[in-house]
């Protein structure tokens, strides 16, 4: 069995871990990234739209570009990339790692580790949709994936359930392919993908978008054939006599993401909200010289988030390789009113503060308030399905005790 040693080995080669791949190779310490895909990109790779980097190239790109400009400097930086290799387990106090590829199971001894495993996607099985259990049902991403990449049609008349961004951008691209979109149901009343999503994917193709509905029942011999849909209320209970049949061979599923954070190693703590590694502003885990970043921590947005977290998870990854002095202090930060997804879940002040907030509800006015640092932050419109996302500098942060509070307040 071969056996590699490496400083800082990144797991999972999406923009994430890149982008720490290539701040902790900067930083001049030995990187080796492992993918288990043929090659880097992960979700950007079939996310042949625009709408990428805005923020982190000050460019507006396609997922495929931003995923080639990171690799491209990953080359310039030396960073070793094994791809088609699975990590099946880390031990994590050791950082000793065992990996599965096709020429058989190898190992790897690391300083220091970054998780950057993305999230997978909700499936049908998790929904308890009653009916039958035919083909022509899918998840959006592996019907962006056929495509997109493969160049498949996965049907011709098609419903989607869940108004995320995938399920938003598949409802274009399947329009543009020749697909008929019936529609796009949504259970909450509100959409959960981004306004910009909503406007040039669904208004723009006159495709309806049924908010607080849901879909009740499938049918179909070996095929879908219909699916029922049912208007719901505030507890996503079906309204009885709104109910309406769609005849669709094609059920895509939008039904949000979760981060991936299964199976990898013991001792590592998560976020019960984020459902994500429980991670510091410097991306650390609770086991010192493991970080993570990215969709395994929380399900951001924008690909610009990502990658900014996946770099500061590369430098602080390398700064343990050099034995630079690094403060241990957690502090934990605590949901006030309206916060759902939060990061980061504990404060280091030796690093700055970047917070990513998720509303529990549409608000039309609001303030986020962080008592214990002076922090009032007002804004007009907010949406659970973008972040409100601003840095406090870690000056602020030096005198910090005890948990921190934030909350939302209209
Ligand atoms: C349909 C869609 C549209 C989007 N549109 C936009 C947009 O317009 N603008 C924008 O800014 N953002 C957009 N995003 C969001 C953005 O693309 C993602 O947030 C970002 O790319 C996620 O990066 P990641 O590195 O966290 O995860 P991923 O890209 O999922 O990368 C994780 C990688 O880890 C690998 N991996 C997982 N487990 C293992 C293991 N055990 N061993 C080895 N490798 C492993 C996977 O193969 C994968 O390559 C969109 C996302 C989607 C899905």
């Keep these: 069995m071969e056996h ?10 999406g923009a994430a871990g890149m982008a720490a791949a290539l701040s902790a190779s900067r930083a001049g310490v030995r990187v080796t990234l492992l993918e288990r895909e043929k090659k880097t990109g992960g979700v950007l790779n079939q996310c042949i739209h625009h709408g990428f980097g ?9 997922g495929p570009e931003f995923a080639f400009r990171l690799q491209s400097e990953m080359n310039e930086h030396s960073v070793k990339v094994i791809s088609e290799s699975y990590v099946r ?12 590829s096709p020429e058989g199971v190898f190992t790897i001894q690391a300083k220091a580790i970054v998780l950057s495993t993305g ?13 039958d259990r035919p083909a022509g049902i899918y998840v959006a991403g592996l019907a962006q994936r056929m495509v997109n990449l493969e160049n498949t049609l996965p049907g011709r008349r098609a419903l989607i359930l869940g108004s995320g961004d995938i399920g938003l951008i598949m409802a274009r691209r399947l329009t543009l392919e020749g697909m008929e979109v019936l529609g796009v149901v949504e259970r909450l009343p509100y959409a959960g993908g981004l306004t910009r999503n909503v406007v040039q994917c669904l208004e723009d193709y006159d495709i309806p978008l049924y908010l607080s509905h849901t879909v009740v029942e499938v049918r179909g011999n070996k095929r879908l054939e219909k699916v029922l849909v049912s208007e719901v209320d505030e507890n996503f209970t079906p309204i009885s006599g709104t109910q309406k049949w769609f005849n669709v061979d094609t059920l895509i599923l939008s039904a949000g993401l979760i981060p991936q954070v299964e199976d990898l190693g013991e001792n590592l703590e998560i976020d019960a909200i984020n459902r994500g590694f429980a991670v510091s502003n410097t991306c650390e885990t609770n086991v010192p010289g493991i970080f993570a970043a990215g969709n395994n921590v929380a399900v951001f947005d924008l690909v610009d988030y990502v990658a900014a977290e996946g770099w500061i998870a590369g430098q602080n990854a390398s700064k343990i390789v050099k034995d630079q002095k690094r403060e241990s202090k957690r502090i934990p930060v605590i949901r006030g009113k309206n916060v759902g997804v939060l990061v980061p879940t504990y404060i280091t002040p030796e690093e700055h503060l970047r917070i990513y907030i998720r509303l529990k509800k549409p608000m039309d006015k609001g303030t986020v308030i962080i008592k214990k640092l002076g922090i009032e932050k007002p804004f007009n419109y907010g949406v659970p399905s973008e972040m409100i996302n601003f840095v406090v500098n870690r000056d602020k942060l030096q005198e910090l005790k005890g948990p921190v509070k934030i909350e939302v307040i209209e």
Aim: a negative charge; hydrophobic letters at 40%; charged letters at 20%.
């Design 119 to 131: 999230a997978r996607e909700r499936p049908f099985g998790a929904l308890q949709i009653p009916g």
């Design 54 to 62: 805005l923020q982190f190239y000050q460019q507006e790109l396609t």
């Design 4 to 13: 590699l040693e490496t400083d800082v080995l990144v797991i999972g080669g």
């Design 89 to 100: 387990h880390i031990n994590t106090k050791s950082k000793y790692v065992e990996v599965i």
